[in-house]
């Protein structure tokens, strides 16, 4: 069984999961205006640009990349948060048609299976889980889509539209230092597991 500690750790990458998926998909559009490249009729294409690729790739990353499913999380999170940070590089030099083109596309491409990705995390790490530890992995994403994300329009209009791709950044190394972080404790909980069955068996004699 998955310990206490894993289990909220994933429960928190879950959280923060959707600032990076519907950041793109549905704040893009809004980003685009402010920055100027595109007006009410023709900004939705940003839109399109996330989607598609996620569509896709769910096909890619489900039956042509023989990876393990921790593999390819790690591959998602640490590529995830070098390009946020190249997105921030791009909005800095004030190239905003970079980053509403190349930000929407690779994300689409590398979040369509980050979700299913996160709930068989632990399957792959050879722990059982219950339909409570789904409930709370559900209710964690739930969360962050339902609360985290109104917030992102009122700091857009606070600190201008800007304040996206850094909030996007904070995000993505969040995510990747919290992948790590419940890697470790699933090989604790692994130990744990471990011992315990030696003193079982050595109860048993």
Do not use: H
């Given at each position: ?134 409930a709370n992995f559900m209710i964690a994403y739930c969360i962050g889509e339902g609360i985290l994300l109104g917030p992102v329009g009122y700091l857009m209009n606070i600190f ?46």
């Amino acid at each position: 069984m998955i310990g206490g500690k894993s289990e909220l750790l994933l429960c928190l990458l879950m959280l923060i999961f959707p600032i990076q998926e519907i950041g793109f998909s549905s704040w893009m559009p809004t980003y685009s205006i402010k920055s100027g490249i595109a007006d009410t009729q023709t900004s939705g294409i940003y839109s399109l640009y996330f989607w598609l690729p996620n569509t896709i790739s769910r096909i890619v990353w489900t039956f042509f990349i023989p990876w393990s499913i921790t593999k390819r999380l790690k591959v998602i999170t640490t590529t995830l948060a070098l390009l946020s940070f190249l997105l921030v590089v791009f909005q800095y030099m004030e190239q905003y048609t970079l980053v509403c083109t190349i930000g929407p596309l690779a994300f689409g491409s590398m979040v369509g299976c980050y979700f299913g990705f996160c709930l068989s995390l632990p399957l792959d790490n050879g722990f059982f889980t219950n339909t409570n530890n789904n409930a709370n992995f559900m209710i964690a994403y739930c969360i962050g889509e339902g609360i985290l994300l109104g917030p992102v329009g009122y700091l857009m209009n606070i600190f201008s539209f800007r304040a996206l791709m850094f909030m996007v950044l904070i995000c993505c190394i969040m995510s990747a230092w919290t992948f790590n972080k419940t890697l470790v404790s699933m090989a604790d909980d692994k130990c744990k597991e471990g011992d315990e069955g030696i003193l079982q068996e050595y109860l048993a004699k």
